[in-house]
């Protein structure tokens, strides 16, 4: 069996018709498992993925609003909806069937989708089946439009370990990764790579003579190519196997590394198998590695101020992606945590995807002399705004406040919810800027960049850098009623009244707090550039603590991050009591962050390897100073309860 599935972030509704579907391809597929029935494939496929079918062949699924009507031999694709950058949503289970998008409507109001969401986009895929499977199909494509400018997809191969599967991953992997900006030979290595991977798994994941699933998916997001091959079989030393993959001079099935992607892991899925984990950047050509000998050298101390002039405020263009990736360069070096900014093509894909929206000011000369930008961060309603730059130039003569006014005034003709904004404390210059447009001190991000990065002494800080998080409505907020350990309510209090947001607190005394029941579940977010990761405890249950307990060591112990936060839904009653458990671990409270999840505010808490000391803090104003106090006093405590 194999079963081909487009996924989205976002779990709308899918719904399936035809309920003489076997009887049309005149098979006998009905509960049990006939021989050689590819509509039994077709469903235990949509099943492994959380889907339901019943009787009739129709099923449900989380994925896209959609309608699958099969007809003899075809598969047609009714009401599907396309996003704002016109991405079909589509899932189909491929088992060799054509299909064909028969009409499409863009999101509306009514649809109830956010039009942020990226969805899935297979470009004439063409796939090999089983021998006994050919005679019943006249061919094996799947045809989805998509921009052609743009390689963005979400991608899930699902089948058996028996070989006979090969075929399928080879057509699959050469189909879908084509689309790619990549070399030929890159193309042929990674596929190569991929698919000795997948051999493997095969051949040692299960018992011998035990069938078992093995899922191949493939990810691209803003430039950075993931593909990863999940079995569920044997439990295996993940340890072990990462050590051996990253020593010195170490092939993975006789392929050098190096040569083939950017980065390779093994990520272990306890009791339920593991994922060898592939990374590959699509547009890796640095900044400075583009330019003419001389032309990147960072800006001296002594700037010269340029003449005054006039400046122009607007969005970025395509073709100054590189002036805006030159000016970050010369300004911050190589230290700038994010490291996209330096990837002139990597920033125009994200402003074209609306990932980022970058806001430029040009000089009389037309020279790109500041940049700002909205980011989207996780999958919550708002935006974070920043990367800012000026040039030492034209520097005071407010071009900052204008790309942030600019920048502002166009997020709040969105569907966006609020801003928010990191401050740095290394000055107080920022903090000033987002209290004048309006932010509300929310959290304490300590040691969020590390301390590599520079400012304007050009030399790194004596720690890594805390930032304070500001927040802005867009909207007027809604009432809610929330669940914090009682020994952060007063805190908590506040920083709400501060956002003016009314909330009722659910009673939950110090101690007393109720364990969450069934399975929790929860994304991990890694900065590399950053050293350090987010877990989002997407929802909360029985065993959320150990999963992130879990996820703490091997960051830290394995990735040798710096900083691990977590984010906790603050409306699930089960809330404080992980939040406790987690403290026990030497989690300690940093605030609140409205709006950053699909849930609504999250309770933020941080696990620093180092501590961070009180003096290299700048603080604006006494409301900062009394939450940078309480925050350290609360790492304090923690690692002392932890040791």
Known sequence: MIALTGLSKSPSSIVGSDSDAGRRLGLPCGDSKP???????????????????????????????????????????????????????????????????????????????????????????????????????????????????????????????????????????????????????????????????????????????????????????????????????????????ERNLHQEGANQFGVPLHEIADEVHWLSNGPDGKTLQIIKWLHDKHVADQGEQGDMTLYPKDTPLAPDQEYSIRRMRDDEAEQVSQLMYRTYGNTYFNEDIYYPDRVAAQNRRDIVSSYVAVSEAGEVVGHYALEREGQGPVVEVGQAVVSPAHRRRGLLNRMKDFALEDAAHTDLLGWFADAVTVHTATQKSNIAHGGQLTAVQLAISPKKEHFDSQQEQTQRVTCLMYFHWLKPPQSRTVYVPARHAAVVESIYQR?????????????????????????????????????????????????????????????????????????????????????????????????????????????????????????????????????????????????
């Open 499 to 643: 956002l003016e947001c009314p909330v009722e607190f659910g009673a939950v005394e110090l101690g007393t707090a109720e364990a969450p029941t069934g399975h929790g579940t929860q994304s991990v977010q890694l900065i590399a550039g950053a050293a350090r990761a987010r877990v989002s405890a997407d929802s909360l249950g029985e065993d959320t603590v150990q999963l992130i307990r879990k996820a703490r060591r091997e960051l830290v112990e394995q990735t040798h991050l710096e900083v691990v936060f977590v984010d906790l839904p603050v409306q699930d009653p089960g809330t404080p009591f992980v939040a406790e458990q987690l403290e026990a671990d030497g989690f300690g409270f940093l605030g609140i962050c409205p709006e950053l999840s699909e849930r609504g505010d999250v309770l933020r808490l941080a696990y620093l390897v180092e501590p961070v000391g009180r003096d290299a803090i700048h603080t604006i104003d006494e409301t900062a100073a009394d939450l940078v106090d309480y925050v350290l006093a609360e790492q304090a405590r923690v690692r002392s309860k932890a040791m």
């Open 35 to 241: 021989a050689g029935c590819p509509i039994w494939g077709f469903r235990t496929g949509f099943e492994s993925l959380g889907c339901k079918l019943n009787r009739s062949h129709s099923f449900r699924c989380g994925l896209a609003r959609n309608t699958v009507l099969w007809r003899e031999t075809q598969c047609f694709v009714r009401n599907a909806v396309l996003c704002k950058k016109n991405y079909a949503c589509c899932a189909v289970a491929l088992t060799g069937v054509p299909c064909h998008q028969e009409r499409a409507k863009s999101v509306g109001e009514d649809d109830g989708l956010k039009t942020n969401r990226r969805w899935l986009m297979i470009p004439s895929l063409t796939l090999s089946v089983p021998p006994w499977f050919a005679p019943l199909l006249p061919s094996t494509r799947a045809n989805f439009s998509r921009p052609s400018s743009e390689f963005g997809m979400q991608l899930e191969l699902s089948f058996s370990n028996d070989p006979v599967n090969l075929p399928s991953v080879h057509a699959f992997l050469g189909t879908t990764l084509q689309q790619s900006p990549l070399a030929k030979t890159v193309i042929d290595g990674v596929s190569q790579f991929v698919e000795i991977a997948v051999q493997n798994a095969m051949a040692t994941a299960y018992p011998e003579g035990e069938t078992g699933s093995i899922r191949l998916s493939v990810e691209e997001q803003h430039g950075k190519l993931e593909i990863r091959i999940r079995d569920f079989g044997i439990p295996s030393d993940v340890k072990e196997l």
